[in-house]
């Protein structure tokens, strides 16, 4: 059987993870020039988290997330199986019924384990399992028949739904990070950030994988000052200039608060409903569950439809207002240029007021690099502290790296290697594992072969390797304790003595 890697994940090979290392490397380097720390969250969460923070009713948690089985509760749901097909209905012995007891025992323990999505109905059915079972073993005849069924009848209905989901994004995890830590208490604004791989089970294509990378920042804390908003948005922009992304365009949007959004969304809805026929399925259906969604739809005979509701703008209340008009004099303070665009509502329930978005070049459809806002009720929401304030963006790496690559057009990635140690004779090579051992101490990255080879060959596979230089090495460098080394672009070639060698390459390799 051949394996591939599933659909819409990937690997990232050599040399183009080096790329990868450099980007996450400028995103270390400038989030910590404006006071982050990294912080480094589990992979998986309660499945509970997510749905209570992103939100039901949206995509990523209705039609895309990965759902995880703890190893325990499959456990308990394969000994639960087992014990209903065993037919032990005209067979009462005692052996049987401490074997219930033990499972009973067990899956009272799972019950509780396994979290809050199925806990309710569980707790009822093992509850009555357990008045059930109390005097089981003493029962005979009818009686024990009648008891067996009764027992496997509620054992059926224990439902072992999945509690666990691989993460479709961060900010959930870093919320309950924050609470679970009482990170509160901490003094000023806490900033961190984070990296790596999300889950989301969408259809994949290019810049859109199933496994996909981001960067992400969250700053949480009891002030919502737009200057706050303005200067996340400004280190953003300071990476993306960082890592040499050109084309990159923000848009900007307030999309209202606990006050005011209510409000317009029903005003939005109304709208909407004498225009349904006009519109798709998808954004019939939202309508009713979600109809600030309909706002960016990218269908395009919507758009001309679309474009005539009303907008947030109009319905935003002073608060909303004062502040996303003080967000774009801070930008402008900043020397930060966007766009302005009402329909930029975002896919995930948290946000309120502040909503942002980069686009980048070279990635067709899938062109936005990051998006973000403000998610000021999210803490009090998950049970943190009330009043605590939130605003955060995410980068996709995987489109950010895309970007950098259709930039860069045909230019070859750096090779991973500086010097290609060609050896030649038994009596060489001990001085060439030495003179490998002193170049890499000194940071230049060696190849030396294994085995000897011609020298034509070791040529040749130096060229192929990309190497910058060949170094030669045989019987007469041994005697003379003068190394050969040859640049490979040109051919240009000088004989010199270790520590000439050594600094030789130093400069070129820093
Ligand atoms: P998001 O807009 O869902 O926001 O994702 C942020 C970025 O992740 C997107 O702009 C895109 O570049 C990348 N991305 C999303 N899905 C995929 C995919 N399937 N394949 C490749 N790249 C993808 C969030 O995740 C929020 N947690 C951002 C945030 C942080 N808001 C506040 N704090």
Redesign the pocket.
Known sequence: MKFQAIKGVRDILPPDSALWNRVEQAAREVFSTYGYGEIRLPIFESAELFARSVGIETDIVNKEIYLAVEPSLATHEKDRNQLLMENTEDAPNKDAARARIDFHIELTKAGVRSGAISQQDNELILQEFANLQKNGQLLAGADWVAYVRRAKDLLSKLCYLPQLSLRP???ASVVRAYIEHGMHTRPGNVKLYYMGPMF?G?RPQK???RQ?Y?I?V?LLGASDHPAIDAEVIEMLLAFFERIGLKGTALSINSIGDKQCRPKYVETLRAALREVKDKLGADSQRRIETNPLRVLDSKAPDERPIIEKLPRIAEHLCDGCRNHYAELKRQLALRGVSYTENWRLV???DYYMRTTF?VTATGLGSQD??????R?DGLVEQLGGPAGTKGI?????T??VILSLEHQAGDAKPPAAIEVYLAWMGAAAYPAAVALAQKMRRQGTAVELPAVEMRFGKSLNLADRLGAKYAVILGDDELASKQFTVKRLADGDQKKLSESDLLSYLLPRTQ
Request: net charge negative; hydrophobic share 25%; with cysteine.
């Open positions: 994004e961060a900010t989301r969408e810049g859109r994988y996909f981001q992400g969250e975002r896919g995930l978005e936005a690099v990051c998006g973000g806002g998610y955060g963006f995410a980068i996709g995987d489109r």
